[in-house]
């Protein structure tokens, strides 16, 4: 099977969110998986499939090392706070099987990364379908392949000097905004 051991306790709430999956490709930080996991339950998502070196929780035939399992859970239950409790999970090892995941529960995959290719988050032309939100690696983002697999490819406007937020910061303004559609 492939989610993990946990349930979704969203009930009616997630039923009416247009997100109803975060993929979460080849993100590094462990904290940043579990701030993303509390955001996400906060907002109503369902599912986080994370992909490659992300950090994840402890999953059926894990084949990390015991140190590192423990390690990894620690953090992102540091930061997540109990969250961990309200999603469902998987890994997979490449980005190809995630977006299988997400086209076999009829999701549109939509990449949050900045780029020439990106359309403005506000600009996003409100689909019929549910959603499933990529965000990428915190210093290289999402690679050209995987973004050649995405449905669409928004951006998140920046005002400062820095052409990108935080990777669980992307991830909390791409679902409010992208929840906001009818």
Same mark, same amino acid.
């Given at each position: 099977m492939f989610w993990g051991?946990?349930?979704?306790?969203?009930?009616?709430?997630?039923?009416?969110?247009? @997100?109803?999956?975060?993929?979460?490709?080849? @993100?590094?930080?462990?904290?940043?998986?579990?701030?993303?996991?509390?955001?996400?339950?906060?907002?109503? @998502?369902?599912s986080i499939i994370s992909v490659g070196i992300t950090p994840h929780l402890e999953i059926a035939a894990d084949a990390r090392l015991?140190?590192?399992?423990?390690?990894s859970v620690r953090q992102i239950k540091k930061t997540s706070l109990g969250a961990e409790k309200d999603l469902k999970f998987g890994h997979v090892n490449n980005?190809?099987?995630? @977006?299988?995941?997400a086209k076999n529960n009829n999701l549109v995959i939509v990449a949050i990364e900045t780029g020439k290719n990106s359309a403005p988050i506000q600009n996003f032309a409100p689909l019929l379908n549910d959603l499933a939100i990529v965000v990428g690696n915190e210093r290289e983002g999402i690679s050209e392949k995987n973004l050649s697999l995405c449905d669409s490819q928004l951006s998140i406007p920046m005002h400062g000097s820095k052409n990108s937020f935080n990777v669980s910061v992307s991830a909390a303004i791409a679902i409010y905004a992208l929840n906001e559609y009818p």
């Open positions: 051991g946990y349930s979704c306790a969203h009930g009616k709430i997630a039923n009416k969110m247009r @997100v109803k999956t975060l993929i979460l490709d080849n @993100v590094r930080s462990a904290h940043n998986v579990g701030s993303i996991i509390r955001t996400a339950s906060g907002l109503g @998502v369902t015991p140190h590192i399992i423990a390690r980005f190809l099987e995630a @977006v299988q995941i």
